[in-house]
């Protein structure tokens, strides 16, 4: 009994394999059919909506829809990946700069003066002592070194101070531009710029 229903099942099944399933537009109610408006359509027009149908049925929409579904993940993740590297090369830049400015020196180390347009000079600190006598300076006064050097008052201004002999004088790079000059036993700095340049 068993084997004959299980062979019953099986030619049932067969049969509905082999049978075309009925097209949508033909199994309508045909009160269904003239409120939906098919009758409007072209033979071919009415042909696709019933593969349209028949696919839908089938599980092909679903299908498409997975595979569309599957792109929009893979495109979002394409994207947080490209955001993920744009964070990177950004933190490496901002690591770079940080780098280049400790290693870099300062305003004040580099000691940069503009003599004439498109010229930069360094300078370091000069040591030398004034050429003859000193008793101050008024106006822009030339000061000439015994290593060879002159330097004039930029500033303008005068101090007078008794007679020093050779004093000993220290330049050095002022902050924006210009140079300091300390003058042994004379408590006020001078402002100069370079003359010899």
């Not at 744009?86 to 180390?109: D, F, I, V, Y």
């Amino acid at each position: 009994m068993k084997n004959w229903l299980l062979a019953g099942g099986l030619a049932l099944a067969a049969a509905g394999l082999g049978r075309a399933e009925t097209p949508f537009s033909q199994a309508l109610p045909p009160e269904d059919f003239a409120a939906a408006e098919l009758g409007k359509l072209t033979p071919a027009a009415l042909a696709r909506l019933d593969e349209l149908v028949a696919a839908y049925k089938r599980g092909e929409v679903a299908t498409v829809r997975a595979a569309a579904a599957a792109e929009v993940e893979a495109a979002r993740a394409a994207a947080e990946t490209e955001k993920a590297r744009a964070r990177a090369e950004a933190a490496h830049a901002q690591a770079e700069a940080a780098k280049a400015r400790e290693t870099s020196p300062g305003l004040l180390a580099k000691a940069k003066v503009l003599l004439s347009p498109g010229t930069k000079v360094e300078y370091a600190a000069v040591e030398s002592c004034l050429a003859g006598d000193f008793d101050g300076w008024e106006g822009h006064t030339v000061f000439r070194l015994e290593n060879g050097q002159h330097w004039r008052v930029a500033n303008g201004g005068s101090y007078y101070s008794p007679v020093l002999h050779r004093p000993k004088v220290s330049i050095t790079p002022a902050s924006f531009g210009g140079f300091w000059m300390e003058i042994e036993g004379v408590s006020q700095k001078v402002k100069v710029l370079p003359l010899d340049r």
